[in-house]
């Protein structure tokens, strides 16, 4: 018997949730659709929230810290599996 490679899990906190909008019900694969996978970890959602996040923050904009939303945003970047 053979194990599979453990998997990474992503941490999406509560800050994190409204960035990333959940795609269609009828445009996900069967999988998805019933909950066997994950439907929010994809890395194209969470490229997209990190580009888009600094417009609407006053403090990515006019700090050089990034807030702990943008923060939290690129550490499940580099979370996610490539
Ligand atoms: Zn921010």
């Known amino acids: 018997m053979t194990t599979s490679p453990a998997r990474t899990v ?9 960035l990333l909008p959940l795609p269609p019900l009828n445009s996900l694969p069967a999988a998805k ?4 996978e994950c439907t929010w970890c994809t ?11 600094p417009g609407p923050c006053p403090q990515c904009v006019y700090d050089l810290k990034p807030c702990p939303v943008m923060q939290a945003l690129l550490t499940l970047l580099l979370e996610l599996p490539r």
């Open 10 to 18: 992503a941490r999406i906190t509560a800050d994190l949730r409204p």
């Open 33 to 36: 659709a019933r909950g066997a």
């Open 43 to 53: 890395l194209r959602a969470a490229a997209q929230a990190y580009i888009a996040h």
